[in-house]
């Protein structure tokens, strides 16, 4: 089993940036691609961006590229998503989720949340206008 846990959400206005953070614990012999997700009210969870467990590749969704930057440090078992140039369309809850059975990312299967199998508590990102 692998427990995620995020962090680094807040309150921040238009124009600004936030880095989040997901530590991932637990007991594992395989290595995780992982990606972020975002929930909005009303909405469903929908893909945000991903990265190989090497690091070494990224997929980003066309509403955050360039604004976006995904990174790991598997040394510290840890996730980041520099969040900038934040708009209040990227007001929601943001959770990280890791790949089961997967090192390298897999082309739409990246983006689908169904493909993942651990996911975090979440944590709330609100953007004011």
């Known amino acids: 089993q692998v427990q995620l846990v995020e962090s680094g959400g807040g309150l921040v206005q238009a124009g600004g940036s936030l880095r989040l953070s997901c530590a991932a614990s637990?007991?594992?012999?395989?290595?995780?691609?992982m990606g972020w997700f975002r929930q909005a009210p009303g909405k469903e969870r929908e893909f945000v961006a991903a990265?190989?467990?090497?690091?070494?590749?990224?997929i980003y969704a066309d509403s955050v590229k360039g604004r976006f930057t995904i990174s790991r440090v598997n040394a510290k078992n840890t996730m980041y998503l520099q969040m900038n140039s934040l708009t209040p369309d990227d007001t929601a809850v943001y959770y990280c989720?890791?790949?089961?059975?997967?090192?390298?990312?897999?082309?739409?299967?990246?983006?689908?949340?169904?493909?993942?199998?651990?996911w975090g508590q979440g944590t709330q990102v609100t953007v004011s206008s």
């Open positions: 637990g007991r594992t012999l395989i290595s995780h691609a």
């Open positions: 990265i190989s467990w090497s690091g070494g590749s990224t």
């Open positions: 989720a890791a790949d089961k059975t997967r090192a390298t990312l897999v082309p739409v299967a990246a983006t689908l949340v169904r493909e993942y199998d651990y």
